[in-house]
């Protein structure tokens, strides 16, 4: 059993998951705490200062402020991929490791579900449904486009961008992909955002949610959407301002949009993206796989007793800090 103190931070929608967290986690450290609402965290409260490694829902706002008011604290680590909350900058520059739960199948289950989500935009899955149910005529002339020859746009070129890129080579699609970092891929084109909208048939969200990347699809950059274009996300709601976002649906801007993630969650029963005739909307759940969920558990208990060990996280977030974060914490330095 590794010594250390695990605090575990749920709220409603994590909770279930960050209990079989805390199931897998807790035979393997000394101690561990389970709050379901993170506002019974006291931050100048003795529990808060006494937590080696802070596992939490991506969405808590961990601040400079409170990781600071803990010298003791190691790690913080998300049980997913998106860490929106985290405030990364100043847990580099406090020796903090950040860790998160990029499971490989997690990756390949957004990239498979984004490329399903595409195909039943360009089949429309769901008028053909409708004709079947609700005994509808066929239409008189075919409903579908196929994938084959078209162009996807994909802003972000990560770990899940590039899977999709990936999958998407058996179709013969022509790959533009608007990134931060440099694109090496050979299949793939590099272009800015506004050569992206203006000329891809599909254009996929991939990119984390940040200062950056926050509505960078607004009311300026969707009217660079070529007409009849069709939008999926599968990352994060906020990148998109959704209240521009209705105003060109319904000017037909587009011929398909496809959000499985909204900027607040669950989507209001008001909301007016509701009400879009063309839309396909799921509860962020479409690429919540067996094999993905088995995977985040698993890491989440390996990034939390690598520090505990003295080791680098698994999915180590912020590598830069390794040296002076092994100097102080390594398995030969452990205070």
Known sequence: MNSGHVLILSEPSSAKLLREMDDVIRP??????????PDDLDPAGELWR?????????????????MASNPRLRAVVS????????????????????ANGQAEENTFSVAEAT????????????????????????PPLPIARMLRGLTVGLIGFGAIGRRVARL?????????????????????????????????????????????????????TLKQVRPG??????????????????????????????????EQEPLSPFSPLRDLPNAILTPHMIAQTREARAALIR???????????????????????????????GTQNRS
């Open 229 to 262: 274009t069709i939008l999926v996300n599968t990352a994060r709601g906020s990148i998109i301002d959704e209240a521009a976002l209705c105003a060109c649906v319904r000017d037909g801007r587009f011929a398909k949009v496809v959000l499985d993630v909204f």
């Open 79 to 98: 049980p997913w991929t998106g860490m929106e909350g985290f405030d990364q900058m100043a847990a580099t520059e406090l020796g903090i490791a950040v």
């Open 50 to 66: 006494s937590v080696d490694v802070l596992l939490a829902y991506g969405g808590f706002r961990c601040t400079r402020m409170l």
């Open 115 to 138: 490329v399903m989500l595409m195909l039943a935009c360009l089949y429309d899955l769901h008028e053909s449904e409708a004709i079947l149910r609700q005994n509808k005529p066929h």
């Open 28 to 37: 393997r450290v000394a101690q561990v705490t389970h709050l379901e609402r």
């Open 168 to 220: 998407l080579e058996p179709w013969d699609v022509e790959i533009l992909a608007h990134n931060r970092s440099p694109i090496t891929d050979p299949n793939v084109r590099a272009v800015d955002l506004p050569t992206l909208l203006s000329t891809s048939d599909i254009v996929s969200i991939h990119v984390g949610l940040g200062p950056d990347t926050r509505h960078i699809l607004n009311a300026e």
């Open 299 to 329: 890491l989440a208990a390996e990034n939390v007793t690598r520090v505990l060990k003295g080791e680098p996280p698994a999915c180590f977030r912020n590598p830069e800090i390794a040296p002076r974060w092994l100097a102080r914490w």
